[in-house]
């Protein structure tokens, strides 16, 4: 590992020549290299992401991958309930795919992933997964036109929708996730429609056996006009969710969910904003589910200013139970979420919740950028515990009076010296409010960790 650390640290000063190359994408089956095609320079790289099969060189394809190396260091572990790792935990996570385009109308992407969680005794499916096919789907695109086109993708592969709040990659942990779908991708003008049925891919411990899972199933449409007066960004989806075994603070049994969702959003100017509001229903072993979230995330771009600060502002009400035993469930199911939801120590999940978290950013260098914010979390009922980012529940809220969970100070330096390399430090700090104080050992929570990441 320390050799590829070094191998790493060297490729910060590699250069590409040539004409500029496109950012890497979360979703890394939307990056397009075709801006390759007409390039006479022969440099490998530019090979290597487009390579033509073709003398029209319609027919392609091209190689891409990442290397992530993760430390991290807590203390007083799960507020003081698990034993400390003195020597902290080491997370790797290693990723490739191959690009098959034939013509404009089939294209297949297959990406392998191979996550290793090191010394983390307690390492789950979220950290561990040693080799799996990630990815491998094939897409038929039908009229393909400028500014419309129609797509039919059939296969194992990553969804994320939105801000990410009910579905996402879970780009933060060590194992990203995926699912074995069929979808249907329209984009008309201005607009876009995702409609998908799918099965969770569940990780486990072997290799290559992660097979079709049948007990969680996701299924939805999603529609995003873009360039609306005003409000710039509109998003409307439902989302499907069944489960076969599902638990809460009030039970456990199969759930039917529901979800409906209106998203506004501008990431494109000073001040950007992102409100969203989603409604859930359906049922949970025979109760009745009515649960809902508003969330709010602004902050301000002071482009002008020295060091270019943000300041940033995040709300959010997320429904918890109202009673126990009343054949009524109100806790809010974020679904699949992204794994850092409150900061990047991602210790709580966003269920019956109310939070306020400011933070500020500034850009000490071209490159180099230091972030700080600060979080407080509230029970939104008292009836309903806390749980954590995949939904299993942390600890109860029966004879549990006291709402304060506790505030959450975190801070992290970024450094980005190419398009390829990206490197960074944090630090989290949780204090144990009265609420974790009364279930738990009530320890406050230190996280400390960097990053190393080479993505090509």
């Known amino acids: 590992m320390c050799k590829l650390f070094f191998i790493l640290l060297l490729l910060c000063f590699v250069q590409v020549d040539g004409q500029s190359v496109p950012p890497f994408k979360l979703l890394r089956y939307d990056e397009d290299y075709r801006l390759f095609s007409k390039d006479s320079s022969g440099d490998w790289y530019k090979r290597m992401k487009f390579s033509p099969l073709s003398k029209d060189g319609r027919t392609y394809i091209g ?86 086109q129609l797509v039919l993708r059939l296969g194992r592969q990553e969804l994320s929708y939105g801000s990410q709040r009910l579905v996402s990659v879970r780009e933060r942990p060590n194992n990203r996730q995926s ?13 876009k429609a995702d409609l998908f049925y799918s099965y969770y891919v569940t990780a486990k411990d072997g290799i290559f056996d992660d097979g079709l899972n049948r007990d969680i199933r996701l299924w939805g449409l999603y529609v995003v006009k873009q360039q609306v007066a005003v409000i710039r960004n509109v998003d409307v989806y439902y989302l499907g969710l069944w489960k076969r075994s599902a638990f809460f603070d009030d039970g456990q049994g199969k759930e039917r969910r529901h979800s409906f969702g209106v998203r506004i959003w501008d990431d494109k100017r000073n001040w950007r904003y992102d409100a969203e509001v ?27 200013v020295k060091l270019r600060p943000e300041l940033g502002l ?31 120590a991602a210790l709580i999940g966003p269920a019956n919740l109310i939070d306020v978290h400011p933070s500020l950013s500034v850009s000490l260098l071209k490159k180099v950028k230091v972030g700080i914010d600060y979080d407080v979390f509230w029970r939104y009922s ?25 505030g959450q100070l975190a801070t992290d330096v970024s450094y980005t010296p190419n398009g390829f390399i990206f490197l960074s430090a944090e630090l989290t700090w949780f204090k144990a409010g009265s609420y974790l104080k009364g279930v738990s050992s009530g320890e406050d929570i230190l996280l400390t960790g960097t990053t190393v990441q080479f993505r090509f």
């Open 63 to 148: 190689y891409g991958g990442e290397v992530r190396f993760q430390y991290f260091y807590v203390n007083n572990a799960n507020w003081g309930d698990d034993p400390d790792d003195r020597d902290g935990y080491v997370l790797s996570r290693y990723l490739a795919h191959a690009d098959f385009h034939a013509g404009e109308h089939f294209r297949t992407f297959v990406q392998l992933q191979s996550s290793i969680a090191g010394s983390l005794v307690s390492a789950g499916p979220v950290d561990e997964n040693p080799l799996e096919v990630h990815q491998g789907f094939m897409d038929f695109r039908i009229a393909p036109a400028r500014r419309s």
């Open 179 to 191: 699912f074995d779908a069929v979808r249907s991708l329209l984009v008309a003008g201005d607009y």
């Open 278 to 304: 989603v409604y859930q229903t359906g049922r949970f072993a025979g109760k009745t589910i009515s649960a809902w979230t508003a969330s709010l995330n602004t902050s301000y771009l002071l482009s002008n």
């Open 314 to 344: 995040k709300a959010e009400l997320i429904s918890g139970d109202r009673h126990y035993d009343d054949g009524r469930l109100q806790t809010f199911n974020p679904l699949f979420p992204k794994g850092a939801y409150f900061g990047l």
């Open 382 to 406: 008292v009836n309903d515990g806390i749980y954590g980012v995949n939904m299993a529940p942390l600890y109860t809220g029966r004879n549990v009076a006291d709402k304060y969970i506790g």
